[in-house]
């Protein structure tokens, strides 16, 4: 093969970047501008799009700097015996890349990640160098840097003070995964490297005594990824491992990513099709562990064997094991028992709260606010409506299940 170009790096190093889940720029601000313009967004190669919590779609520039690694992670389409087509960019084509595709307006950040090439400080300290040379040329663009979590604490100091975003993969949800399939790789040492992100975005956060913080570090905090399904761990194992990982190391996302055999896969692997929808219902379990004040153990039960069920959201499946519960008069309950109705998100909770301070909410009201009235329907009473012995049906669950394709032969 000849010399790649950079367009055949940018082809090869995109492609590679696409199993990691976390590329997402929640929890930053649009960087100011002088000229007061703002940037649109478009597809090509390497191009990933995200949404920021104000619902801005951005759009990210997603790369790895080179897919060579030493590390022989089983999961992995790029370690070291897997048989793939390897590239590397240098710092200076990776500046000048992101930089032409931010100037043509078809990113707004970075999303940059590696495979180990050298030795964890050789790497960490080249994508360091690629996200400071931005920033010494101007770039005000979002950028999300994937820490190596043996890296030296100076390195990933460094690696905050430029990057928007820091994250640092969990890879699997035990450790005794991470020691079977990635034996290079130390549990421990990866949890070190997240509290020492923690305590030192907490000590650039502090005031001096003349009031002013030493400066910003990774204002949009730090993430991790999971992969789901390449080994035996329940949903409960994985979502419990996340509360934990919330909750000591104060991340602002735990990814969950579907486990793919990937192409030359290892034969330690199972070869499954890839479990997406037990990815979207960790996602969700995620969020009503977050934001709606739902416990683990309400959430999935030793009687489901640990595990979501995959017919119905996780919020439902609660309500429709909790029927006693129900149904909640909109009118009258408080916030925490509607945040427990089905098809109520926060926001339409809120405007509930809000509208009805001047008078009865109806169904309609609800779904002019934007609720998912066919979901909550059978939970609550509204001016105009009350369910009736609707809770007491058997078949209610069925109602809310989609029936399965029949198989073609």
């Known amino acids: ?11 090869l190093l995109s492609d590679a970047a696409k199993y ?6 929640s929890g930053t601000s649009k960087r100011g501008s002088r000229d007061g313009k703002g940037l649109g967004s478009t597809t ?17 520039l997603k790369i790895l700097m080179t897919n060579y690694c030493v590390y022989d992670c089983a999961y992995c389409v790029n370690r070291v015996s897997s048989n793939v087509p390897r590239a590397r960019f240098t710092v200076e084509e990776v500046v000048w890349l992101t930089s032409e595709f931010y100037r043509r307006n078809y990113i707004e950040g970075l999303f940059l990640s590696s495979g180990i090439i050298k030795s964890s400080d050789y790497t960490m300290e080249e994508m360091v160098r690629i996200a400071e040379k931005l920033r010494e040329g101007g770039f ?7 820490t190596i979590p043996e890296a030296s604490p100076e390195l990933i100091e460094r690696a905050g003070l430029v990057a928007d975003r820091l994250s640092i993969n969990i890879e699997l949800p035990t450790d005794a995964s991470v020691k079977a399939y990635a034996p290079e790789k130390d549990p421990a040492g990866i949890r070190q490297a997240m509290g020492k992100v923690r305590l030192t975005k907490e000590d650039y956060g502090e005031r001096s005594f003349t009031g002013r913080r030493r400066g910003k570090f990774a204002p949009a905090g730090q993430s991790t990824q999971m992969i789901v399904g390449a080994d035996d761990a329940n949903d409960a194992t994985i979502l419990g491992n996340s509360t934990r990982l919330y909750g000591s190391y104060g991340l602002k996302r735990v990814y969950y990513s579907a486990f793919s055999p990937i192409p030359d896969s290892s034969a330690v692997l199972p070869l499954v099709d890839p479990p997406l929808m037990r990815e979207h219902r960790l996602y969700q379990a995620d969020w009503l562990l977050r934001f709606y004040d739902f416990s683990l153990d309400e959430i999935v039960t030793r009687d489901d064997g640990g595990m979501l069920d995959l017919d119905v959201d996780p919020k439902l499946a609660w309500a429709l094991a909790n029927r006693e519960r129900f149904p909640v008069d909109v009118n009258r309950a ?5 945040l427990r109705v089905p098809g109520f998100g926060t926001k339409i909770v809120d405007r509930i709260l809000k509208a009805r301070r001047s008078g009865a909410v109806g169904l309609e009201d609800i779904r002019r606010m934007g609720g998912r009235v066919k979901a909550a329907r059978p939970f609550i009473v509204t001016r105009d409506h009350h369910p009736g012995g609707t809770l007491d049906q058997e078949d209610l669950r069925a109602r809310f299940v989609k029936p399965k394709q029949m198989e073609l032969f």
């Open 1 to 11: 093969m000849g010399k790649m170009t950079i367009q055949d790096k940018l082809a």
């Open 20 to 25: 990691d889940a976390s590329c997402a720029s």
């Open 44 to 60: 090509g190669s390497g191009i990933c799009h995200a949404y920021a919590p104000d619902g801005r779609c951005i759009s990210l």
């Open 140 to 146: 005000r663009g979002y950028i999300h840097l994937k």
């Open 334 to 338: 408080e916030k925490a028992l509607l």
